[in-house]
C-alpha cells in the first residue's frame, strides 16, 4: 500500500464517511491510501453478521461461493486491497482490515440489492450463463442498476488505484468495470476472472444487453475462464455480436477515436483451493475424532454419501435427490446400510427461483424421510446452514461417496477440496461432466445428471467400489490438484496479465 494524500483520484467515497472500522477488525485503508495490486468482486471476503447466527464471530462470517475460497489466500499473502460489498443494505462501513487483508467496502442500499444483486445478477445473468437451466428474465430497470453499481465499483478502484497499479476485477457482477476503468485509468493493468461459465453465442443472444457486456469485458487486457470452452465461447460472441476481429483469442480493442488501445486476450485459467489448508486441517486429531462421531451420531451406516452445495438450482440437487430416493425404493441402498448428508447452505433467499428451489428441495427430503426413516436410522440427514471448514473437512472425512450432480458449474470446488481432504487415498467421487472440475478429475465418476437412470448406476459403482480401484482412482486426482493448487492459479492469471503482448497480423 503506499500512503498518500490528495493525490488520490476522484472524491472521497461515501464507503469512508460514517461507520466506524466494524468490531473485530482494525482500522484500514484511509481516503488517501493507493494500492498496487487491487482485487474488485461483488463481495468483500467477509459479511456483515449478527452474533446469534451460525459461523458469526465479532460481526463477520465468511462470505458463501467459491470466489472467496479461491481469493483469500492469496490476498492473505499480498500488500493489495480488496474492493467489495459487506453484505449488509444501506450500512456505510469505513476501510478496515480483516484476516490481514486491507478491505474497501462498496454500499449497496435496498434498491442496488433488489435491482443490480438479485435482479440483473442472479436473476438475469446467473440463469442465463447456466444454460438457462431457469428462464432469466430481462427487465430495463434491473440493466440501468446494473450500470449504476458498476460504475460505483470503479470508481471505488479508481481512487484507490496507485498509477500503473494492477486491478484484477472478478465475476458476472462486474462485467462492465473493466471498461470503465479502462476508460478513466489507461495506466492500469486490468485483468477480469470469470467464476462461472461464458455460455455460447446462441444463448448469450438473448441478452438485450450482449453488446455492452461485451465491450465492457474487452476493456480488461486479460480475461480468464474456467474452461476453454467458455474463453471460446466468449471470442465467439465478441465477433458475432461486436464484429472484432479475433485472432488466437484476441482482440485488438480500438477506442474513440478509432485507434487501438490495447489488446484483449482471453485464456481458460481453470481454479483450485487451498491444498494446504485443507490437507493439514484432514490430519488434525480433533478433526479426524469429529468425522468418526458424525458416523456414530448417524447410527454408524456402513455408507455415508455427502453432497454439499449453496441451495441453487445449478447443483442438481433435485437430481440427486431423485436418484437416491429411487435408489431407496429398488432396495439398492436401505437406511440401516446408508445415510445422505446434504448440506444446502443458504443462498439468494429473496430470488424467486431460489425460494421455489427450497420449497421443493425441503419438501423432497420431508418425502423421503417420511417414507424410508426408522426409529434409528435416517435416509437423508438435511442441513440448511454453513459451516466453518473445519467441519467441512471432518464431512468430507465421514464421507464415503461425494455427490458433485451439478446441471452447470463454473468449476465446484467443493470436489476439489473431498479429494484433497482424503489423504488416505480412499473414498468415490462421483462427479457431474457438467462442472469445470470434470476437465481435470478425470478419474472421478463422471456421469451426466439429467441421465437418472445412469446417476443411480454410477452412485451404486461408487458405493460398491472396491479399495483398490478406489486408491488408484484417488491417488490420481490428489496428484492432480496437489500439483495444482490455488496459488499456482492465481500467479499463472497474474503471470500471464503482466506479459507483454504482441499480436502477429501478417
Ligand atoms: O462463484 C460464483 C458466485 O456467484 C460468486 O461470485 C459469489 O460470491 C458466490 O458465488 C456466492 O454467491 P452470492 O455472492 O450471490 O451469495
Redesign the pocket.
Known amino acids: 500500500m503506499q500512503a498518500t494524500d490528495s493525490a488520490g483520484h476522484g472524491t472521497q467515497s461515501t464507503t469512508e464517511a460514517t461507520r466506524p472500522a466494524a468490531d473485530g477488525a482494525t482500522t484500514g485503508a484511509a481516503a488517501g491510501d493507493q494500492f498496487d495490486f487491487m482485487v474488485v468482486?461483488?463481495?468483500l471476503p467477509v459479511d456483515r453478521c449478527s452474533s446469534d447466527e451460525t459461523g458469526c464471530e465479532d460481526g463477520w462470517r465468511r462470505?458463501?461461493?467459491?470466489?472467496?475460497t479461491a481469493l483469500a489466500p492469496m490476498m492473505t499473502k499480498t500488500d493489495g486491497a480488496w474492493v467489495g460489498w459487506h453484505g449488509a443494505p444501506d450500512e456505510t462501513v469505513k476501510p478496515f482490515s480483516h484476516g490481514g487483508i486491507d478491505l474497501i467496502p462498496v454500499q449497496l442500499s435496498t434498491e442496488d440489492i433488489e435491482l443490480f444483486y438479485e435482479g440483473f445478477s442472479?436473476a438475469t445473468l446467473w440463469p442465463l450463463y447456466h444454460d438457462v437451466i431457469a428462464p432469466p428474465e430481462f427487465h430495463r430497470t434491473w440493466w440501468d442498476s446494473y450500470r449504476k453499481v458498476n460504475r460505483r465499483f470503479a470508481d471505488a478502484v479508481i481512487r484507490h488505484a496507485a498509477e500503473g497499479a494492477t486491478v484484477w476485477v472478478?465475476?458476472y457482477?462486474l462485467q462492465l468495470v473493466p471498461k470503465l476503468l479502462r476508460e478513466a485509468r489507461p495506466d492500469l493493468k486490468i485483468g477480469f476472472f470469470n467464476?462461472?461459465p461464458f455460455p455460447p453465442p446462441e444463448i448469450f443472444a438473448q441478452l438485450p444487453w450482449r453488446r455492452a457486456i461485451i465491450d465492457g469485458l474487452l476493456g480488461a487486457d486479460l480475461v480468464g475462464f474456467q474452461r476453454s470452452s467458455d474463453a471460446g465461447n466468449f471470442m465467439r460472441s465478441a465477433r458475432r455480436f461486436l464484429g472484432a476481429s479475433v485472432k488466437q483469442q484476441q482482440v485488438h480493442v480500438r477506442g474513440a477515436d478509432g485507434e487501438t488501445t490495447h489488446i484483449a486476450r482471453a485464456q481458460a485459467f481453470p481454479i483450485s483451493i487451498d491444498v494446504k489448508q485443507i490437507s493439514e486441517l484432514a490430519k488434525k486429531p480433533e478433526v479426524i475424532e469429529r468425522a468418526q462421531q458424525i458416523r456414530r451420531d448417524l447410527g454408524n451406516p456402513k455408507t455415508i454419501l455427502l453432497g454439499v452445495d449453496?441451495l441453487d438450482y445449478t447443483k442438481g440437487i433435485r437430481h440427486r435427490l431423485k436418484a437416491y430416493e429411487e435408489l431407496l425404493q429398488d432396495a439398492k441402498v436401505t437406511v440401516e446400510d446408508a445415510t445422505l448428508i446434504q448440506v444446502a447452505s443458504p443462498?439468494?433467499e429473496r430470488v424467486e427461483q431460489y425460494r421455489l428451489l427450497r420449497e421443493e428441495v425441503e419438501g423432497t427430503v420431508g418425502h423421503i424421510n417420511g417414507t424410508f426413516d426408522t426409529m434409528e436410522s435416517t435416509a437423508v440427514r438435511y442441513l440448511h446452514h454453513s459451516y466453518p471448514i473445519e467441519e467441512m473437512v471432518s464431512l468430507y472425512l465421514a464421507a464415503d461417496v461425494m455427490l458433485v450432480t451439478a446441471l452447470r458449474d463454473?468449476m465446484n470446488l467443493v470436489a476439489k477440496e473431498y479429494v484433497t481432504a482424503r489423504t488416505n487415498n480412499d473414498g468415490a467421487l462421483v462427479l457431474s461432466e457438467f462442472a469445470g472440475a470434470a476437465d481435470q478429475l478425470k478419474q472421478a465418476l463422471l456421469m451426466n445428471p439429467h441421465d437418472i437412470d445412469g446417476l443411480k448406476d454410477t452412485i451404486m459403482r461408487a458405493v460398491n467400489m472396491q479399495p483398490a480401484e478406489a486408491s488408484r482412482r484417488m491417488r490420481a486426482m490428489r496428484k492432480q490438484i496437489l500439483d495444482h493448487d490455488v496459488d499456482l492459479w492465481s500467479s499463472d492469471f497474474l503471470k500471464a496479465l503482466a506479459e507483454k503482448v504482441v499480436r502477429d497480423d501478417s
Open positions: 468482486s461483488n463481495r462470505s458463501p461461493g467459491g470466489l472467496v442472479n472478478q465475476d457482477q467464476h462461472i449453496r443462498s439468494r463454473g
